[in-house]
């Protein structure tokens, strides 16, 4: 009858403006999660370059640079390591969002 199919167009409707708003979030939260990781990791990158110059400045003989140069790549090492590690979280957190939004596709 008409009215079952007013209904099922209704609750199509529906699903897909869930959809889309869902989509919509999603792509907000993105936008905000990269202005932030992009802050973190400019601040970051000039607290190690700071230290960098720190202790290029406070070293007195090549035993001092070499080992400024050792302690300054395990702190780059340990930045790199942690940002990899947001950076698959956040993937993780992405797809798993992706794919509660395809869970309620309105083709479902």
Excluded: W
């Excluded at 889309?20 to 190690?48: C, I, P, S, W, Y």
């Excluded at 960098?52 to 070499?66: C, E, L, Q, T």
């Excluded at 790199?80 to 992405?94: L, P, S, T």
């Amino acid at each position: 009858t008409a009215m079952e199919i007013e209904t099922q167009v209704t609750k199509a409707n529906k699903r897909v403006a869930n959809f889309m708003f869902g989509a919509q979030k999603l792509m907000l939260e993105e936008f905000v999660f990269l202005g932030n990781e992009f802050l973190d990791r400019a601040k970051t990158e000039v607290h190690l370059f700071s230290e960098f110059v720190s202790k290029m400045a406070g070293a007195h003989s090549v035993k001092d640079i070499r080992t400024m140069y050792e302690e300054c790549g395990k702190h780059q090492l340990e930045f790199i390591r942690r940002d990899c590690d947001r950076m698959f979280k956040n993937g993780e957190r992405v797809i798993g969002a992706a794919s509660n939004l395809f869970k309620n596709h309105p083709l479902n």
